[in-house]
């Protein structure tokens, strides 16, 4: 018999226990032994519930029983998370956690003192929910050199930019409508300005790169500019806006960034819609690799968090080897990163369209139904920076998305 403990009983938490009852014997005779929920860790009371007496108020109680061997954090944050975790760790216990904030932050120092501990520090489901992306960038892919990776990181902006898409609705309503079901918290900054799918680009770069990303230092932008317009504009194009989290091999270095694109119907992830998520993986011999799947839930990500547990339990006594060095990658400046940019200006007349010539040089001019008065097109490639200063030469530029077609 294996015990755990499962620190937090909120969606993931309970999503945790209820994955471990429903499927109990198919999980054990994946694990060789019986997966025992010894404790839960939480604040409030669980009268009359299966759970009740295995709610403790105490982090202590389950640290220090000797019989707890893998520890499910759950909780979110960065602390007392990593205060938790990080004890847990050197008391000879394994830990599974679905807290990207955590792993972002301090993954690389965890996996260094699991291996010091001969335990192990698992994070599935920190990035991409139910989708089993870490797994195979430890394991599957290691015959490959990684040179791009893309994705949909994002259920909710990603459920936002599909309303938007589909339905001519703009960005507050589709927002609402988000909140509305449960898709966006309250306050949905994190969601709809990119940090959440910064983070997650960020663990995704250390893995294929083997050194420390931090998140702070990648470029990112939200959707919450982009207006229904937009998209009307995208139609005629035949493409899709998405919020893409994307590292890139250029040369010795790497540059990632979180931005809107414009993708057509020839990139991967132009059918990942609604609150799917969708990762693509390039490797420099298999080539292109498309991960797709629920981002985001209560029992997708449990699934994965117990996929963990499941793998925790079959290497008690063994450390999984994960690279991810804390040596800090230095990225590249993102201002040498090259796209071709999509560009609305809020005035159409011929002064205009000939000092766009003049600043931009041969550009495709794009048009869209039941839109007047503003000339919009698209540049030919060329890097951030000099799309920049070109840009700054026009006062009415009212919208910009950079273009993956």
């Given at each position: 018999?294996?015990?755990?403990?499962?620190?937090?009983?909120?969606?993931?938490?309970?999503?945790?226990?209820?994955?471990?009852?429903?499927?109990?014997?198919?999980?054990?005779?994946?694990?060789?032994?019986?997966?025992?929920?010894?404790?839960?860790?939480?604040?409030?009371?669980?009268?009359?519930?299966?759970?009740?007496?295995?709610v403790v108020h105490d982090y202590n109680i389950i640290v220090n029983d000797p019989e707890v061997q893998i520890i499910v954090e759950v909780m979110g944050g960065v602390e007392p998370a990593y205060s938790?975790?990080?004890?847990?760790?050197?008391?000879?216990?394994?830990?599974?956690?679905?807290?990207?904030?955590?792993?972002?932050?301090?993954?690389?120092e965890l996996l260094a003192l699991s291996k010091e501990r001969n335990v192990n520090f698992l994070f599935?489901?920190?990035?991409?929910?139910?989708?089993?992306?870490?797994?195979?960038?430890?394991?599957?892919?290691?015959?490959?050199?990684?040179?791009?990776?893309?994705?949909?990181?994002n259920g909710t902006t990603n459920y936002i930019l599909t309303k938007m898409s589909e339905e001519g609705v703009d960005f507050e309503s589709a927002l609402k409508e988000a909140q509305a079901k449960g898709y966006a918290e309250r306050n949905p900054e994190a969601d709809i300005e990119g940090y959440d799918a910064c983070r997650k680009i960020a663990i995704l770069s250390s893995l294929a790169f083997g050194m420390q990303v931090d998140?702070?230092?990648?470029?990112?932008?939200?959707?919450?500019?982009?207006?229904d317009v937009d998209f009307k504009y995208a139609k005629e194009l035949g493409a899709r806006v998405k919020l893409l989290g994307t590292s890139r091999k250029e040369g010795e270095g790497v540059y990632a960034m979180v931005a809107p694109m414009m993708i057509n119907a020839n990139h991967p992830l132009y059918c990942v819609n609604d609150v799917f998520n969708g990762i693509s993986v390039r490797g420099n011999v298999i080539g292109d690799v498309m991960f797709y799947g629920s981002g985001a839930g209560k029992l997708p990500t449990a699934s994965a968090v117990v996929a963990d547990v499941v793998d925790a339990t079959k290497h008690l006594g063994t450390n999984i080897m994960t690279i991810w060095s804390s040596k800090k990658l230095d990225l590249l400046d993102v201002k040498k990163a090259s796209h071709r940019f999509f560009v609305r200006i809020g005035k159409d007349n011929e002064e205009i369209k000939e000092k766009v010539s003049?600043?931009?040089?041969?550009?495709?001019?794009?048009?869209?139904?039941?839109?007047?008065?503003?000339?919009?097109?698209?540049?030919?490639?060329?890097?951030?920076?000099?799309?920049?200063?070109?840009?700054?030469?026009?006062?009415?530029?009212?919208s910009m998305i950079r273009v993956r077609l």
């Open positions: 018999m294996v015990n755990i403990a499962v620190l937090g009983y909120g969606t993931v938490g309970s999503g945790v226990v209820e994955v471990l009852d429903l499927n109990r014997d198919s999980i054990n005779k994946r694990c060789g032994r019986e997966i025992n929920l010894k404790y839960i860790l939480d604040l409030k009371e669980f009268p009359g519930t299966p759970i009740e007496h295995k938790f975790v990080k004890e847990a760790i050197l008391k000879g216990k394994s830990v599974c956690t679905s807290n990207k904030e955590l792993v972002a932050k301090h993954g690389a599935e489901a920190s990035v991409g929910g139910g989708i089993p992306i870490i797994r195979p960038l430890n394991q599957s892919l290691t015959a490959d050199e990684i040179e791009e990776i893309t994705g949909i990181l998140f702070e230092d990648i470029y990112t932008e939200g959707i919450s500019k982009i207006t003049q600043i931009f040089g041969r550009v495709q001019v794009v048009k869209a139904k039941d839109v007047t008065n503003e000339y919009a097109f698209i540049t030919d490639s060329m890097a951030e920076e000099e799309y920049s200063e070109k840009a700054a030469n026009l006062t009415d530029i009212v």
